[in-house]
T-cell receptor, first 111, second 115 residues
């Protein structure tokens, strides 16, 4: 049973478009929500993260939106570029720094 | 350079032949963890360690062992590997100094195939 559900599994976006990846969680003990970016042959790397006391966090072209009541959060990539093509994982952190990952979204940005 | 290293990067073995995947970090991190990555399932935590001699089970610990005798090393041991342990394995580490949410740094991964 996955505690963090991620959708879609794959996404194709044209260059310059907006990529949107959604995640939902069940465990209310989660209180930190990072997003990881993974390129082929590499380990995941932290992209952006949010705590549930804010509804939105923006870093450059990447924005996390957080809806605590719905237990949902999403990643928006504005002006998507071919270099953004990667697999994206949402995650949720509980006590002891334990990460629970979503299933991943493979993003392809077409030139 | 701050990094997490894993060895080997690729391993093909046979059922039942004990193996160890090493993990080492040079950032003096307290927290270390092992994950396996399978298509459609994301990364699932196998074991984690909050400090030397302190280890605990993650979500999928069956068939794995770990040890934390030194702060920098956290080897993953498969005593009797089976084909369902064929996967991509990642080691990660982070500081616990600031409490929840410290960035976890991941190693480059070990692709294991058990025949």
């Amino acid at each position: 049973q996955q505690q963090v559900k991620q959708s879609p599994q794959s996404l194709i976006v044209q260059k310059g478009g907006i990529s949107i990846i959604n995640c939902a969680y069940e465990n209310t003990a989660f209180d930190y929500f990072p997003w990881y970016q993974q390129f082929p042959g590499k380990g995941p790397a932290l992209l952006i993260a949010i705590r549930p006391d804010v509804s939105e966090k923006k870093e450059g072209r990447f924005t996390i939106s957080f809806n605590k009541s719905a237990k949902q959060f999403s990643l928006h990539i504005m002006d998507s570029q071919p270099g953004d093509s990667a697999t994206y994982f949402c995650a949720a952190v509980s006590a002891g720094n334990m990460l629970t990952f979503g299933g991943g979204t493979r993003l392809m940005v077409k030139p | 350079e701050a990094q997490v290293t894993q060895n080997p990067r690729y391993l093909i073995t046979v059922t039942g032949k004990k193996l160890t995947v090493t993990c080492s970090q040079n950032m003096n991190h307290e927290y270390m963890s092992w994950y396996r990555q399978d298509p459609g399932l994301g990364l699932r935590q196998i074991y984690y360690s909050m400090n030397v001699e302190v280890t605990d089970k993650g979500d999928v610990p069956e068939g794995y062992k770990v040890s934390r005798k030194e702060k920098r090393n956290f080897p993953l041991i498969l005593e009797s590997p089976s084909p369902n342990q064929t996967s991509l394995y990642f080691c990660a580490s982070s500081s616990l100094g600031r409490g929840l949410g410290d960035t976890q740094y991941f190693g480059p991964g070990t692709r294991l195939t058990v025949l």
